[in-house]
Nanobody
């Protein structure tokens, strides 16, 4: 079992930056696909970025490419999402997620471990 706890959300003006963190605990010694998702009010949850812990390979949706960076610190068992050039449309609840799998796919499906979310508001 994997436990995930996000932090780092907040309010920022357009053009600003935030860094989200996701602390992982539990049985995390096996390779994981980890990702960030977001859900805005009255919108469906969407995948933002993924990273495979085994190789560090990353994937981003087009709307955040060049602005967001997903990374991990294996020693701290922590996942990050560095968000730059934030836009009002980035406003959402952001969730960290993981699935025990030897690869990441580009369809953001199959994640079965989720954090509680952290709110990001861009005005």
């Amino acid at each position: 079992h994997v436990q995930l706890v996000e932090s780092g959300g907040g309010s920022v003006q357009a053009g600003g930056s935030l860094t989200l963190s996701c602390a992982a605990s539990g049985t995390i010694n096996a390779p994981l696909c980890m990702g960030w998702f977001r859900q805005a009010p009255q919108h469906e949850r969407e995948g933002v970025a993924t990273i495979f812990t085994g190789t560090g390979a990353t994937y981003y949706v087009d709307s955040v490419k060049g602005r967001f960076t997903i990374s991990k610190d294996n020693a701290k068992n922590t996942l990050y999402l560095q968000m730059n050039s934030l836009r009002p449309e980035d406003t959402a609840m952001y969730y960290c997620a993981a699935v025990r799998r030897s690869y990441c796919t580009r369809d953001f499906v199959g994640f079965n471990y989720w954090g509680q979310g952290t709110q990001v508001t861009v005005s």
